[in-house]
Nanobody, 124 residues
Framework: QVQLVESGGGLVQAGDSLRLSCTAS????????MGWFRQAPGKEREFVAA????????YYSDSVKGRFTIFRDNVKNTVYLQMNSLKPEDTAVYSC?????????????????WGQGTQVTVSS
């Protein structure tokens, strides 16, 4: 069982930056992938970014490419989402997810464990 805890959300203005973090609080191993998804009120959850723990290969949705960066700290067993140039359209609950395979995926159903989510609100 993998437990994930996200933090770093908050209320910011358009153009500001936030860094989200997600730490695995239980034992894990290196052959996995982690991703970030978000869900706005009344909308379906959508893919944001993902990373392979071993290769550090990354994938981004078109809507965040160039503005967001996903990276991990192997020592801290933590994945981060650096969000720059935030827009009101980025407002959502952001959740991290853990996949028990090394390959990142854009698909929600490929992930096995989920964090509780952290709210990001961007005002215009």
């Amino acid at each position: 069982q993998v437990q994930l805890v996200e933090s770093g959300g908050g209320l910011v203005q358009a153009g500001d930056s936030l860094r989200l973090s997600c730490t695995a609080s239980s034992r894990t191993f290196g052959s996995h992938a982690m991703g970030w998804f978000r869900q706005a009120p009344g909308k379906e959850r959508e893919f944001v970014a993902a990373i392979s723990w071993i290769t550090e290969s990354t994938y981004y949705s078109d809507s965040v490419k160039g503005r967001f960066t996903i990276f991990r700290d192997n020592v801290k067993n933590t994945v981060y989402l650096q969000m720059n140039s935030l827009k009101p359209e980025d407002t959502a609950v952001y959740s991290c997810a853990y996949r028990q395979w090394n390959s990142p995926s854009i698909h929600e159903y490929d992930y096995d464990y989920w964090g509780q989510g952290t709210q990001v609100t961007v005002s215009s």
